[in-house]
């Protein structure tokens, strides 16, 4: 499959599993047939802020690749919240704007929240797929480099950066695999998880790949990592939907199946499964029904250029 597909498939992916999951986010346990009600319905399906920042942050790369000027991403991210402040964010990103129009830097504000420790939550990983397009990201080093410097902008917990490098280094391998099985996928997962330091998301991700060697359905690795809204818990819950799939409608509807944050989850589950899988089996119907299509395939196309 060209890469130019795959590129695609990350971008809709990532829409698509926060659209689908947008409804449920916060229910203990989502039933496959509501969510099955959902993809069969008709009608506009709207993302929300995961998108929406993963939006902002492709625009940034294709403009600086490098990532080189961190405030300036952040800048865009403030004006994109203050545009549509309605699309479901956390509490600490719109903290952080607000600590920058008092002079403050992103970084050093981004640090201050929660006490002084920075926010732990996924919003750092949500939107970190469109780094995982850029040719230079075929190099795992970049790929996590890149993606740590646009979560502090928001989010300096090593959980959260960590989560962000996970969703980027597995988007990144699979985008340039030329044809993939499940045990490719496994493969990129393990070296991913390999490179990571020691820490909480580390430590989930070995336990989702064991649970899933040893038989175990998507659903127990999740629940065994939480599905709530922190990097640690829903980045290997992500990880976890993937490993149990073989496409992305698939992936992303267990993925909802979890609960807990079901955006986010099926989101990054969503961009990982469709760098794996493209959309050749996403019925054109539902692609159809996503807020912004044509601007996601466009900047997709563009991001696997750079
Ligand atoms: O991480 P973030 O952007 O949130 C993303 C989530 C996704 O589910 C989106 O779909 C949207 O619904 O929000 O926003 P943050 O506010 O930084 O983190 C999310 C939440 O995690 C916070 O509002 C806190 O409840 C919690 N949290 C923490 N709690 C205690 N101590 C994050 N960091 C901490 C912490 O250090
Ligand atoms: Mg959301
Ligand atoms: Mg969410």
């Known amino acids: 499959m060209p890469r130019r597909e795959r590129a695609r498939g990350v971008l809709l992916g990532l829409a698509l599993g926060d659209a689908l999951g947008a409804p449920f986010e916060g229910r203990s346990r989502v039933a496959r047939g509501q969510v099955e009600a959902w993809r069969d319905a008709r009608g506009l399906m709207r993302w929300t802020d995961d998108t929406h920042m993963a939006l902002t942050l492709s625009r940034r790369l294709l403009v600086d690749p ?16 203050t ?24 970084e050093e504000a981004a640090g201050s929240l929660f006490g002084g420790s920075g926010s732990f939550g996924n919003g750092a990983a949500m939107r970190v797929a469109p780094v995982g397009l850029l040719s230079a990201a075929s190099d795992p080093v970049v790929a996590a480099r890149l993606a740590a410097i646009q979560a502090r902008v ?3 917990h090593a959980d959260a950066v960590d989560g962000a490098t996970v969703i980027a280094q597995v988007v990144a391998g699979l985008t340039v695999t030329d044809r993939v099985g499940g045990d490719e996928v496994q493969q990129v997962v393990r070296a991913t998880t390999e490179r990571l330091p020691v820490g909480a998301v580390r430590e989930r991700l070995v336990e989702v790949m064991n649970v899933v060697a040893s038989g175990g359905v998507p659903q ?25 799939g073989r496409d992305p409608l698939e992936v992303v509807t267990a993925a909802i199946g979890f609960g807990g944050d079901t955006d986010t989850i099926a989101a990054m589950a969503g961009a990982m499964a469709g760098a794996a899988w493209g959309l050749e089996r996403v019925p054109a119907g539902l692609l159809d029904r996503l807020e912004a299509r044509g601007e996601l395939e466009e900047l997709a196309v563009a991001l696997s250029s750079t």
């Open 83 to 106: 545009n549509e402040p309605w699309r479901g964010y956390g509490s600490g990103p719109p903290q952080v704007f607000a600590l920058v129009e008092e002079g403050l830097g992103f």
């Open 220 to 244: 127990e690795a999740a629940a065994r990592c939480g599905t709530g809204v922190a990097a640690a818990a829903s980045v290997p819950a992500a990880v976890a939907a993937l490993l149990g």
């Open 66 to 81: 490098d990532l080189a000027d961190p405030d300036a991403l952040g800048a865009a991210f403030a004006r994109a919240y």
């Open 154 to 156: 928001t989010h300096t």
